[in-house]
Structure formats: C-alpha cells, structure tokens
C-alpha cells in the first residue's frame, strides 16, 4: 500500500489563510505534474472571521490513490508548515507528527531558536525543522475577491509568502522535485529563493 504523505499548514487571519492555502495548491500541483495523486483542502473549522485566527489548510500527495480523502482533518501529518512563527508559542503545531517528520516555519530566526516551542514527545519524531524568511522573500499579497462575499479569488497561486514556503517545504522534504515547484508556482523567483534559501537543521 502507497504510503500518503500528509501536509499541515498553519496560518493566521484572511491574508495568510490565502497565503497557506497556496502553500498546500502549489505543492499538490507540483505533484500532479509529476503523476501523483493529491488533495489540497481547507479546514472549515478554522474559518478566519476574525483577525489573526489560526487557521490551518492541508494538502495530501500518494503514489497511488488516496485512501483516506474523505477525512477532512490530517491528524497524522509528516509535513508541518507554519506561516506566523508566533503561532507555535500557543499551540502544539506538530500534534501528531508521524516518525520522521519535517518542520518548516517562516521567521527570520535559525532553526534552533525555534524547537524550543516544540514539545518533546513531537520533537523527538523530527528529522529536520527548517527556516525561512519568507515574508523578507516575497510579502503577503492583496487579496482581491471581487468585492462579493463567496467570489472568487482572482489572484495568483503561489504569488506571495506561499510560493517560498512551498519551494521550501520540497527542499527541505524531498516530497517533490524543484523543477515541479518552480513550473507551479507563479512566483517563480520567490519559489527558488525560498528552495535554495531555507537553513535545515536535521535531528536525526
């Protein structure tokens, strides 16, 4: 059975809950490309009506087809991408992290100044935490959504802080290839930057 790899992305507020949901499409259709099979999806219990609310989006990608695609929650994540790095001083990011996990947390801090925040049950399961200054990379986009309640968004995927975090996530994971990344996100400089820029501490 293909083993499916689970991603979690923390976010805050209405601007970064577009910026993580491109974290999570940039890095499904990259895999798309590649012939794997993916969902990316919200989590609707984290809707951000107010600001600053963590929100959290989820992406899946399998070799085969995804077994588990009707659960609307990753509970068992080998992924975690974590946009506002304040969001880890309150909340346990890396709940149910599977053995071998990848952390990856946009700050202009070194990897070690954050693991402190990570509890040592899930610390113990890391194979690397990484960093990147994503925000310094590419800034939060404006969203445009026409004005409507319920319209689509019109912007880009992958424009801002989410094309870095996506380009770091694949270096620092391997869960898809650079090339993949760079031909998905439409900020492609930023992706790159945020591929070759991100500093990786590995655990074990």
């Known amino acids: 059975m293909a083993k499916t ?8 507020g209405v601007v970064q809950d577009k910026e993580g ?5 940039v890095l499904t259709e990259a895999a798309n490309q590649e012939g794997k ?3 990316a999806f919200d989590n609707y219990v984290d809707l951000p009506d107010r600001i600053n609310v963590q929100v959290r989006k989820y992406a899946r990608i399998s070799d085969a087809e995804i077994e588990n695609k009707f659960e609307y929650e990753n509970h068992r994540p080998n992924i975690i991408g974590v946009t506002e790095a304040t969001i880890m001083k309150g909340i346990n990011v890396c709940k149910g992290l599977q053995e071998g996990g990848f ?11 954050l693991l402190k925040y990570v509890p040592e049950k899930e610390r113990k399961k890391l194979k690397a935490v990484a960093t990147i200054d994503a925000i310094g990379i590419a800034p939060e986009q404006l969203i445009d959504y026409s004005g409507a309640e319920g319209a689509e968004d019109v912007s ?3 424009a801002g802080l989410g094309s870095v975090m996506a380009g770091a ?11 993949s ?23 074990k």
């Open 21 to 25: 949901r491109d974290v999570c499409l």
């Open 169 to 179: 996530i694949a270096a620092v994971s391997g869960i898809v290839k650079k090339e």
């Open 156 to 158: 880009a995927i992958g």
């Open 103 to 113: 952390l990856v947390i946009n700050t202009t801090k070194d990897p070690e100044a």
């Open 181 to 203: 990344i760079l031909a998905a996100a439409a900020n492609r400089t930023a992706a790159k930057r945020g591929y070759d820029e991100v500093k990786i501490k590995v655990l």
């Open 37 to 39: 099979f993916t969902q």
């Open 5 to 12: 790899i689970e991603v979690t992305v923390w976010a805050t």
